[in-house]
């Protein structure tokens, strides 16, 4: 069972699972509470920096996790009624990227992909797929063991430990110039092959 920790700033709401990226920003967060914590949550988040009262960060016990600059998280909400403790609010905030790949960048593409704590080969072939889907140019199934490997050398693949909860998440950038600069060298060297 997992634990579940306070948010500082208002001790009403609990988290059951919190994921961030290497430099503490915010990539998935999930919280319980009621309607009213809930609110003031949101209002905090949105108003920001703007106001003394609004949050840049949140805090969960010990831990610290930051709202990255010029993101766009995105929110879920379900009402769960009769609990032990009355009607009470599920929430979860999430980077957008984990419903849906950002394409911005003409050669940076990236998503994040959120998961159970899997066994290796599960998550290999969970980078695979992330990084066809990404990729521009057309990647051969029987590649994946090479893409992968790619992938990981050239720091495409970041991994995330939850903070709290037992999910782990996964930021997968694929540069499509980099990426297709080492494949046509694989391709010439006979190392990636057509069958």
């Known amino acids: 069972m997992s634990n579940i920790l306070t948010l500082q700033d208002i001790p009403d709401l609990k988290c059951d699972c919190c994921i961030a990226n290497n430099d503490s920003e915010l990539i998935f967060l999930s919280v319980w509470g009621k309607d009213t914590a809930m609110q003031e949550l949101f209002a905090k988040l949105t108003i920001g920096e703007t106001t003394k009262h609004g949050l840049t960060d949140i805090k969960l016990n010990h831990h610290r996790v930051f709202l990255a600059e010029g993101k766009h998280y995105a929110k879920r909400t379900l009402k769960v009624t009769k609990t032990l403790f009355g009607s009470l609010i599920h929430a979860f905030i999430f ?87 080492i494949m046509s060298q694989k391709i010439r060297d006979g190392i990636l092959t057509l069958s």
Request: aromatic residues 6%.
């Open 95 to 181: 980077d957008k990227r984990i419903i849906e790949p950002n394409r911005d960048f003409r050669d940076l593409n990236s998503m994040i992909s959120i998961y159970k704590v899997e066994d290796v080969s599960t998550r290999h072939n969970r980078y695979f797929d992330a990084i066809k889907t990404l990729s521009s140019v057309p990647i051969l199934e029987h590649w994946a063991d090479e893409i992968v490997s790619i992938a990981k050398q050239q720091g495409m693949i970041k991994e995330h430990k939850a903070i709290v909860g037992d999910i782990d998440a996964t930021t997968i950038i694929v540069n499509d110039t980099i990426l297709t600069q």
